[in-house]
């Protein structure tokens, strides 16, 4: 079975700029989020998707969006990047409801300039 | 506020030898514990879980240590490798509506050969 999937793995955007992120779960999988990484702040939650209903969103600015398709494919969108936006943006899937083993795509690194 | 905490950033344990990375968290809520190990540049990978029901999982080298009066938990794995080598994250879920994951900061570990 292939992994989670996401693209694109790199990118380079300029302050003010918009940008969407791709993630392709695991087949079967209806239960997507997302997380970022950053060197000061860790793992950080910021929304998480199931049956094309956002579940549940973290502490993030409402720059910060995402939606999910009946494929249960996700996208994730942030609008006026900041320099503070740049990470890596990594998807996760879940095969079940809730409180299952969640698995990682490679991420998306982001940097803004 | 963090609710998820590893408190030691690093480890180095010769090879052979048993690796102990512990994790405390403060939410009583949390039900289901999971440690991944990460490289870098690449997503998290799940390595073993553990619901709040049990006190102790074990697959292969790794065995996961529940103990829910101090609120902690730890990983071992025995014995230790050089391909171990990495930052192995403990997360936290309030299993009940959702998937969201609360991250420890990471905990560096190096197996000497």
């Given at each position: ?113 | ?23 405390d968290y403060t939410?009583s ?38 103990n829910k009066s101090a609120k902690h ?41």
């Amino acid at each position: 079975k292939a992994g989670v999937t996401q693209t694109p793995r790199y990118l380079i955007k300029t302050r003010g700029q918009q940008v969407t992120l791709s993630c392709s779960p695991i087949s079967g999988h209806r239960s997507v989020s997302w997380y970022q990484q950053t060197p000061g702040q860790g793992l950080q939650f910021l929304f998480e998707y199931f049956s094309e209903t956002q579940r549940n969103k973290g502490n993030f600015p409402g720059r910060f969006s995402g939606r999910q398709f009946s494929n249960s494919r996700s996208e994730m969108n942030v609008s006026t990047l900041e320099l503070g936006d740049s990470a890596l943006y990594l998807c996760a899937s879940s095969p079940r409801g809730v409180g299952i083993e969640q698995y990682f795509g490679p991420g998306t690194r982001l940097t803004v300039t | 506020d963090q609710q998820v905490k590893q408190n030691s950033p690093s480890l180095s344990v010769q090879e052979g030898r048993i690796s102990i990375l512990n994790c405390d968290y403060t939410n009583s809520m949390f039900d289901y514990f999971l440690w991944y190990k990460k490289y870098p540049a690449e997503g998290p990978t799940f390595l073993i879980s553990i619901s709040s029901i049990k006190d102790k999982n074990e697959d292969g080298r790794f065995t996961v240590f529940l103990n829910k009066s101090a609120k902690h938990l730890s990983l071992h794995i025995v014995p230790s490798q050089p391909g171990d080598s990495a930052v192995y994250f403990c997360a936290a879920s309030d299993s009940g509506a959702t998937n969201k994951l609360i991250f420890g900061t990471g905990t560096l570990l190096a197996v000497q050969p």
